[in-house]
C-alpha cells in the first residue's frame, strides 16, 4: 500500500447541496457542461426529492480523465447552500476535503470539521449588494457559488461565458445578471482562497466525439426516428420528461403546432390503463406508437399487456424504473420491474425486453424496439431506470443510416387478401410462429374479430382446450425465436479470469470500473452484460464456464439472477447478487466491496494469489 | 361454440343501396344471445343504419369491451375489422385507433356494466375528447353474463331476479354525457327500431362523439315484474317525444312537417338532423336547457328518448392539430428527420 498522494487532476467529485425550487438545477448545469466542453469525461447526478419547493436537492459531479462516470460516494468538496442539511452535507467530505460555504453569517457549528478546509464565500451577501429583487437574489446566488467553483477548480471562465451566452442569446437582462453573478463567485475564490486546488481541471480531448444526453430525451429521439405517430402516456416521474422531450422533438421534427397539421398523435391519457389500451389501438390500426411510464403505471397496464400479448397486436413500452414497491420513492432509482415486465399480466406470457446501458443504447433500443413489436406482432419494452432515464451521460455521438427503413413485419396488404380470397389471422403459414396480419380499413377480406377471449389459429373463438393449447404453443414458440433478433450480450473476457460478472442496465459503467479495481487488487473477472430477454445463449455458455458468478443488480432480491435461473434452469443460489437498491445510482465501490466479501467469507477458492495490476 | 356463420344465400330481389350491396353484407354470425334479447334488435338496427349509410362494411372498425352487449359487434358487420378489449376498456383502443386512423368509421357497443361502472372514467374521458365515434349503450341494469347482479345504471327500487331491492341511485349515461359536454346524446328504445335507426344513422354521421343510451331489457334477468328496464315498464315510462329524422346531404330536402313544429340542425357534412313535434321551447343544442326539460320529464317517471341534444365541436384530430393524411398512412420518409438533422441537433448537447 502506497501513501504517496494521487494527482487529483481531472480525477475527483463534488456534491451541491441546494433546496428545490430555488433555480440551483441550471448552475449545476451550467458546472457540468463546462466541464464536458473543457474535453474532460463528466456526469452529474440529480438526486432531488418528492416536491416542487422547500425539500433538500443534491447534484453530484464526478470527473474522470479515464471515463469512469458511474457515481462516486467519496466527495472531496461539498458545496452547502442549504442550512437544513449542514450537519449530514459536513458528514459527507472525504478527510482532508473542502467544504464550501454561505458565509455571509457567522459559521454555522454544524460544519465544524478539524479534518477538512473550511472555504467561506459571503454568497447571500455579494448577492444582495448586487441585485435588487428577491428572487433574482436567491436565483443568482446559484450561479455566484458557480463562480467560485471555476476559480476552485480551475475551470476556464471563457467556456462559462460562451454557455452563458448561447443560454440567454436572447434574454440579455438576464445575460448580464448571470455574468454579473459568476463574476462575484469567481472574483472572491481567486481573492480568498489558493487557487486552484488540489482537485483541479486541465482540459483534455477527451469529449469532442461525445454528447451529454439524458436517457429519456435519447429514447424520445429514438422514437422519433423510428417513426412513431401516436404517443399515449400519463405522467408520472421518472418517465415524464421522455414526453416532453417527445412533445418538443415533435414540434421540431413533426410539424406539431404548425397550420399544415401534425405528424404525430400524442395523448396525455386519463391513467395508465388507458395509456396502453390508446397504444395498442394505434398498434392494431398499423400505426407505430409507444407510452413510457415506471413500475406503478407498468402494474396498472397488466391486463392490456396480456391482451397484446395474446392477440399479437405491437405496442412499445418504455418504463424508467424507480424505486418501489407501490408509490416508494418515486425520485429514486431502482430496477425492480424486471421479472413484473418479464412476465407481464395473468395467465401465461412472456414478452420481449431491451435493457439499454446508457442513453446512447436508448436511442438505439427505441428504434429496434419498433421493429421487434412489429415483427414479432407484441409488445416489446424498454427498459431503462432513473438514473439512466433523467441524468444527463457522456455517450458517444449518436449515429443514423438514412438507409434505414422500418420492419413492418407480416402485414398483408389489399392485394395479397384479394389473391388470398380466405384470410386465416393466427395460421403460422411459415413455420417461424409468426402469422401474417392484416390491418383495419384495407379490404373486406382481411376482416376479423381482434380478442382477448379464446381464439383458434383461424382467429375464431374457442373453447376448445386442443384449439387454445395450439396458439398459445405457437406464442411460446415465437417469444423464445425472438431471442436471436435481439442486441447480443456485451461479453469482456480476460485471461485467467476466476469469476464472472453478470450485469444490467445502468450498473454497467460501474462494473467497468470495478472490473479495473478488482483487477488491481489480483481478482480477475470477466463480464456479461445482458442487453436483452428472453436471453441469448451466449448467456448459458457464460455462466457455464465459470464456477463463481456474481450478478450485479439494483433491486433487493437478485430480480436478474432468479430470471436467469428461471430461464436457463442454472441453481439460482449459485448466483450471488450484489449492489445496493437504496435509490442511488451503482457505485463502482458498491460492486467491489459486495464481491470482495463474498469472496472472504465463502470458502470457495476462487480468488488467485494478490498481485500487483497489470501484471 | 358461439362462432356461427349464417349461409351465404342472398334473395335477387334483395333492395342495394348506393355501393350496390345488400343487407346481408352488412350482416354477421348468427347471435348467441338468449332469445328475445334487446340486444339483438339494436344489432338489427345497426345493420339497417350502416346499410342506409352505404359506408363500405371494411371501412368500419366495430368495437366493444366485455358483456353481452360486447359480444354484439360479432353478429354485424362480418366484413369489418372487430376489437373484443378488455372490460370497460374499449374507449382507449377506440382512442389510439382513431388516432392512427382517421379516415374509419368507428362503432363502440358497449353496455352499462361495461361503461358505468369498470370503464366510467374512460366513457368520461373519450367524451372529453370528443373522440369521433357512435358509442352505444346497451343499457339493461343488470350484469347478464355472470347471472344478475345489478349495474351502475339500476334504478332505486327496482327488484333484482331474486327479489332484492337495489338502493343505490343510478348513473345516468346521458345526463353524465351532457354534464361532461358531449356533443351528441341521445336515448333509445331496443324495441323502437323506427326511432333508433335515424338516431344511429345521425350519430355516424356526427363528427365527434355520439353517445346513444338504448334501454335494452335483459329477458333473463331483467325482465320481470318490479324491474324498471323490463320490456313492459320501458313500455309504458318511454316517451319518445323528441322524435328526429336523419336526412343525408345528398338527398333532397322535402318539408313534411307543418312548420313551427319542425327544427333542423345541419351537421359538418352538410346532412341535416329535423327534430319533430319537440315542445315548442326545446332547443337541441342548448345544454342547460335539454338537461333541465331531461329531469323534469323524469321526475314525471317518463324515460324520454330520442336524439336529444346535438353540437359542433372540434373532435380529437381538430384539437390535436393532426394532418388530414391518417397518421399510420404517413410515409416514413415524412417521419424521420435523417442523419443530418441528428448531428445539428446534438451540437446542442454539448
Known amino acids: 500500500m502506497s501513501a504517496e498522494p494521487r494527482d487529483r487532476t481531472n480525477d475527483f467529485a463534488f456534491k451541491i447541496a441546494t433546496v428545490n425550487g430555488t433555480g440551483s438545477a441550471s448552475a449545476n448545469d451550467l458546472v457540468r457542461r463546462a466541464i464536458f466542453r473543457m474535453g474532460i469525461p463528466v456526469s452529474g447526478k440529480n438526486l432531488f426529492p418528492s416536491n416542487i419547493q422547500g425539500l433538500p436537492t443534491w447534484y453530484e459531479i464526478r470527473v474522470n480523465h479515464a471515463g469512469h462516470t458511474a457515481r462516486s460516494p467519496e466527495f472531496d468538496l461539498v458545496v452547502a447552500m442549504n442550512a437544513a442539511t449542514y450537519a449530514r452535507d459536513a458528514a459527507e467530505v472525504r478527510p482532508g476535503g473542502w467544504l464550501l460555504y454561505d458565509s455571509t453569517w457567522p459559521l454555522p457549528k454544524e460544519l465544524e470539521r478539524e479534518d477538512l478546509h473550511l472555504l467561506g464565500a459571503p454568497f447571500s451577501g455579494l448577492c444582495n449588494a448586487n441585485f435588487a429583487g428577491s428572487r433574482e437574489r436567491i436565483l443568482m446566488k446559484n450561479i455566484t457559488y458557480a463562480g467560485a467553483l471555476a476559480g476552485l477548480l480551475g475551470m476556464e471562465l471563457d467556456i462559462i461565458g460562451e454557455l452563458l451566452t448561447e443560454k440567454f442569446a436572447r434574454k440579455k437582462a438576464l445575460l448580464e445578471s448571470n455574468f454579473l453573478a459568476l463574476r462575484l463567485g469567481y472574483d472572491h475564490a481567486i481573492e480568498a482562497f489558493d487557487c486552484p486546488l488540489p482537485i483541479r481541471l486541465a482540459s483534455l480531448d477527451a469529449t469532442a466525439d461525445s454528447i451529454l444526453i439524458d436517457g429519456n430525451t435519447a429514447a424520445a429521439l429514438g422514437c422519433i426516428y423510428a417513426g412513431a405517430t401516436v404517443a399515449a402516456w400519463y405522467p408520472i416521474t421518472p418517465s415524464t420528461s421522455m414526453l416532453d422531450a417527445f412533445q418538443s422533438f415533435s414540434r421540431r421534427y413533426r410539424g406539431l403546432g404548425d397550420p399544415e397539421g401534425a405528424r404525430v398523435a400524442i395523448l396525455q391519457a386519463e391513467d395508465e390503463l388507458a395509456a396502453i389500451g390508446m397504444v395498442v389501438g394505434a398498434g392494431w390500426m398499423g400505426a407505430r406508437s409507444f407510452t413510457a411510464t415506471s413500475g406503478p403505471g407498468i402494474s396498472l397496464m397488466n391486463e392490456f399487456l396480456g391482451l397484446a400479448y395474446y392477440a399479437e397486436i405491437p405496442a412499445v413500452i418504455f418504463d424508467v424504473q424507480r424505486t418501489g414497491p407501490s408509490t416508494g420513492m418515486p425520485t429514486r432509482t431502482q430496477q425492480g420491474d424486471l421479472l413484473l415486465c418479464a412476465y407481464a399480466s395473468h395467465g401465461d406470457t412472456k414478452h420481449i425486453l431491451l435493457l439499454p446501458g446508457d442513453p446512447a443504447e436508448c436511442f438505439h433500443f427505441a428504434v429496434a424496439a419498433f421493429d421487434l413489436a412489429e415483427r414479432f406482432q407484441t409488445p416489446v419494452f424498454v427498459l431503462t431506470d432513473l438514473d439512466v432515464g433523467m441524468n444527463d451521460w457522456v455517450v458517444p455521438r449518436l449515429e443514423w443510416d438514412d438507409a434505414y427503413r422500418p420492419d413492418r413485419g407480416k402485414v398483408l396488404g389489399a392485394e395479397q387478401l384479394d389473391e388470398l380470397g380466405r384470410f386465416h389471422r393466427y395460421l403460422d403459414v411459415d413455420g417461424d410462429g409468426i402469422a401474417a396480419r392484416t390491418l383495419p380499413g384495407v379490404h373486406p377480406n382481411g376482416a376479423f374479430f381482434t380478442r382477448g377471449s379464446g381464439h383458434n389459429r383461424h382467429g375464431a373463438y374457442t373453447e376448445d382446450g386442443a384449439e387454445y393449447s395450439d396458439v398459445m404453443d405457437r406464442l411460446a414458440r415465437k417469444i423464445d425465436g425472438s431471442a436471436a433478433s435481439l442486441p447480443v450480450p456485451e461479453i469482456r473476457s480476460v485471461r485467467g479470469a476466476t469469476i464472472g460478472i453478470v450485469s444490467v442496465g445502468g450498473c454497467h459503467r460501474a462494473v467497468l470500473e470495478a472490473l479495473e479495481r478488482l483487477a488491481e487488487e489480483g481478482i480477475r473477472a470477466d463480464y456479461l452484460r445482458v442487453r436483452a430477454f428472453p436471453f441469448s445463449p451466449e448467456l448459458g455458455a457464460f455462466l457455464q464456464s465459470h464456477e463463481r458468478l456474481f450478478v450485479v443488480e439494483q433491486n433487493r432480491d437478485g430480480q436478474l439472477a432468479s430470471l436467469i435461473s428461471l430461464e436457463t434452469g442454472y441453481p439460482r443460489r449459485a448466483l450471488e447478487k450484489v449492489g445496493g437498491y437504496g435509490g442511488l445510482p451503482l457505485s463502482a465501490r458498491e460492486v467491489v466491496e459486495g464481491v470482495m466479501a463474498a469472496l472472504a467469507t465463502s470458502s470457495a477458492p476462487a480468488v488467485s494469489q494478490p498481485r500487483r495490476a497489470n501484471a | ?350
Open chain 2, 1 to 350: 361454440m358461439t362462432y356461427i356463420a349464417k349461409p351465404p344465400v342472398r334473395h335477387p330481389a334483395l333492395p342495394r343501396n348506393a355501393l350496390g350491396l345488400t343487407m346481408r353484407d352488412y350482416e354477421g354470425a348468427m347471435s348467441t344471445l338468449c332469445a328475445g334479447c334487446g340486444h339483438d334488435s339494436i344489432t338489427a338496427a345497426i345493420i339497417q343504419a350502416i346499410f342506409e349509410l352505404s359506408i363500405p362494411p371494411h371501412m368500419v372498425a366495430k368495437l366493444s369491451g366485455i358483456g353481452c352487449s360486447s359480444k354484439t359487434p360479432t353478429y354485424f358487420l362480418s366484413q369489418a375489422h372487430g376489437f373484443n378489449a378488455v372490460h370497460g376498456r374499449m374507449p382507449p383502443i377506440a382512442t389510439g385507433a382513431n388516432a392512427a386512423r382517421r379516415d374509419v368509421v368507428y362503432l363502440g357497443v358497449s353496455g352499462d356494466g361495461d361503461s358505468l361502472s369498470i370503464g366510467l372514467g374512460h366513457l368520461c374521458h373519450a367524451i372529453r375528447r370528443n373522440v369521433d365515434m357512435l358509442f352505444v349503450i346497451e343499457n339493461n341494469g343488470v350484469y347478464g353474463l355472470t347471472k344478475g347482479q345489478f349495474s351502475a345504471s339500476a334504478d332505486v327500487g327496482t327488484r333484482s331476479k331474486r327479489g332484492e331491492e337495489n338502493r343505490q341511485t343510478p348513473i345516468d349515461p346521458v345526463l353524465l354525457a351532457l354534464t361532461l359536454g358531449a356533443t351528441f346524446v341521445a336515448r333509445g328504445f331496443s324495441g323502437d327500431k323506427a326511432q333508433l335507426v335515424p338516431i344511429l344513422k345521425a350519430g355516424l354521421r356526427h363528427r365527434g362523439f355520439a353517445l346513444v343510451d338504448v334501454v335494452s331489457p335483459c329477458v333473463a334477468f331483467n325482465d320481470h315484474v318490479g324491474s324498471t328496464k323490463s320490456y313492459q315498464f320501458t313500455r309504458q315510462h318511454a316517451r319518445p317525444i323528441l322524435i328526429a329524422d336523419y336526412v343525408p346531404s345528398a338527398d333532397e330536402i322535402t318539408t313534411a312537417y307543418a312548420a313551427g313544429s319542425v327544427r333542423p340542425v345541419t351537421l359538418h357534412d352538410g346532412s341535416t338532423v329535423r327534430f319533430r313535434k319537440v315542445p315548442e321551447s326545446y332547443d337541441p343544442t342548448d345544454r342547460s336547457g335539454v338537461e333541465s326539460y331531461l329531469r323534469e320529464r323524469a321526475s314525471y317517471d317518463e324515460v324520454a328518448t330520442g336524439l336529444l341534444y346535438v353540437e359542433e365541436a372540434p373532435e380529437m384530430h381538430e384539437a390535436l392539430g393532426t394532418t388530414v393524411t391518417p397518421l399510420a398512412h404517413l410515409p416514413y420518409e415524412q417521419l424521420c428527420p435523417g442523419a443530418d438533422a441528428l448531428f445539428e441537433l446534438q451540437n446542442g448537447f454539448r
